[in-house]
């Protein structure tokens, strides 16, 4: 904790501007939000399936979405496990997104280059987008029985 406290209040914030910083900073704290949005999306996706994608407000019938006749037994327990991975995924988009404002941060600080790698997120991403892509193909399967 300690070191997270030095770097963050551990040097001075005012730099001379010297090439294109302000631009630069601007475009980490960019990416950091547009990680925190990833991450809220997860999140409602979350609650989507945890509420059986539902959420009985009135009596009446009027925007419901049909229920499947015969779901099969395996479907409940499903649906919240994946709602709990969703959670997790959201979590660690926040995580990827603090790690790499937290990194480029300290690098300003030392006025050294930090040349945003790709690596770490696009493998994030990809992984993301393998497991959207089973849960779907699953959902289809439970859909067709």
Not at 1 to 17: C, F, L, P, Q, R
Not at 21 to 28: H, S
């Amino acid at each position: 904790m300690k070191k997270v406290k030095s770097i963050i209040m551990g040097t001075e914030m005012m730099v001379d501007n010297t090439a294109s910083e302000p631009r630069d900073i601007l475009m980490i704290e960019r990416t950091a939000l547009s990680w925190a949005k990833f991450s809220i999306t997860l999140s409602a996706i979350a609650v989507t399936i945890a509420t059986d994608f539902r959420l009985d407000t009135s009596s009446s019938n009027f925007g419901k979405l049909p229920k499947l006749k015969n779901p099969p037994p395996w479907f409940p327990r499903f649906s919240y496990a994946v709602s709990i991975l969703f959670v997790i995924l959201s979590m660690l988009s926040l995580f990827v997104g603090l790690l790499s404002y937290v990194q480029s941060i300290y690098n300003y600080k030392s006025h050294r280059v930090f040349t945003y790698s790709l690596r770490t997120s696009m493998g994030y991403l990809l992984v993301v987008g393998v497991l959207l892509l089973a849960i779907n193909i699953t959902f289809l399967i439970a859909v067709k029985e």
